[in-house]
């Protein structure tokens, strides 16, 4: 092999070698993450079609070291509470746009609920959208809020806002 194959041979392995590492880095979680807004949309599940829902973050951190609070609130179109709670940010991580927040419950008001989900850890997944609207999923979608999570674990973000936003860095 001559000498402009080798330098032509080193430079291709670089070039992919250099793209993997990137992809690979922002797969990975970011340090210093933050998700603050406050945002929601009417509903689309069986059952509560058009009721208005509302997450609020301020969440910093890394895994392992996050702090900030969260707040949920869900009425019926007609303003009847369904539930109302908020609670202490445990893990934020992030890559790129998309977070992934856990915390847990301090204060639950969730009338139509017969068991007390004071302590309970719930998952959030927040994707800021810079052109258009943001997406956010939770937990308690998939399975019930009476159920814990893991840290810095949540579902995809499978609901898109219509009203407010999130910004994701």
Known sequence: ?????????????AAVAGTLGATQASAAPERGSVVLGSAGGPLTFPGYDNDPVRFDFAAFGEPGKSSGR??????????????????????VSRAGSLAILTGVIE????????????????GFSVQDEPRGHDRIGWSWAYGGIEQ???????PVPFFQTSTGGYTVR
């Not at 092999?1 to 392995?13: F, G, P, S, T």
């Not at 969260?70 to 893990?91: I, R, S």
């Open 1 to 13: 092999m001559n000498i402009k194959r080798k330098i032509a041979a080193v430079a291709v392995l």
């Open 70 to 91: 969260f707040h949920v609130n869900h009425v019926t179109k007609d303003g009847k509470l369904v539930a109302d709670f908020d609670g202490k940010v445990d893990c």
């Open 107 to 122: 204060r639950a008001d969730i009338p139509g609920l017969p068991v007390n989900v004071v302590g309970r850890r719930v």
């Open 148 to 154: 814990d999570v893991l840290p810095c674990t949540g």
